[in-house]
C-alpha cells in the first residue's frame, strides 16, 4: 500500500512539488478518476505522508474559491469521536442492493480510543467521546 502510495505520488506531486515553493497548503481540483486519490495518503520522497507537511483543501468548483476567503471563527471547540458502542457484536451480512441497516450490528473499532487520545494530545481543547458517549445525537 505505501509502496504504492509513494509510486502515485511520484507521478502527480513530485514533478510540481518544487513548484510550491514554502506553501503548507495544497487547494485541488481533481478530475474524473484523480477523484478517488486520497492526495493526503501519498507518500513522499522522504516517505512521510503528504497529511504530515501540507493542508489539502478539495475544491469541487470555482465557487469554493469564493468560500475559502471567509474565515468564520468556529463557534465550538474540536470532538473526537472514537470507539463507539454499537450494542453487541457484529453480524455478517449477506451482500445485497438494499440492505436494512436497522437490523444490522458493529463490530467495535479497536485501536480509535488510542487514536482519539492521541489526537487530545495535539488538541487539548478538543472534546473527547468514546464508547456508550459517542452518539449521534452527542455529536447533533
Known amino acids: 500500500m505505501q509502496k504504492s502510495a509513494r509510486q502515485l505520488d511520484e507521478i502527480l ?8 515553493g514554502n ?3 495544497i487547494l485541488l481540483s481533481p478530475d474524473a478518476a484523480l477523484n478517488l486519490i486520497p492526495f493526503e ?3 513522499d520522497e522522504n516517505n512521510q505522508y503528504l497529511v504530515e507537511n501540507y493542508h489539502i483543501t478539495y ?5 469554493d474559491l469564493l468560500r475559502l476567503k471567509d474565515k468564520f471563527a468556529s463557534q465550538q471547540s474540536p470532538l473526537i469521536v472514537a470507539d463507539p458502542f454499537y450494542g453487541k457484536a457484529g ?4 451482500l445485497t442492493r438494499s440492505i436494512d441497516l436497522s ?11 488510542e487514536e482519539a487520545k492521541a489526537i487530545k494530545n495535539i488538541l487539548p481543547q ?6 456508550s458517549q459517542a452518539t449521534e445525537n452527542a455529536v447533533k
Not at 91 to 94: F, I, N, P
Open 126 to 131: 478538543a472534546t473527547v467521546l468514546t464508547g
Open 91 to 94: 453480524e455478517k451480512v449477506a
Open 41 to 43: 495518503a501519498l507518500v
Open 13 to 20: 506531486m513530485q514533478p510540481i512539488r518544487q513548484l510550491l
Open 23 to 25: 506553501t503548507k497548503t
Open 103 to 113: 437490523e444490522f450490528t458493529f463490530p467495535g473499532l479497536p485501536g480509535t480510543e
Open 59 to 63: 475544491l469541487t468548483s470555482g465557487r
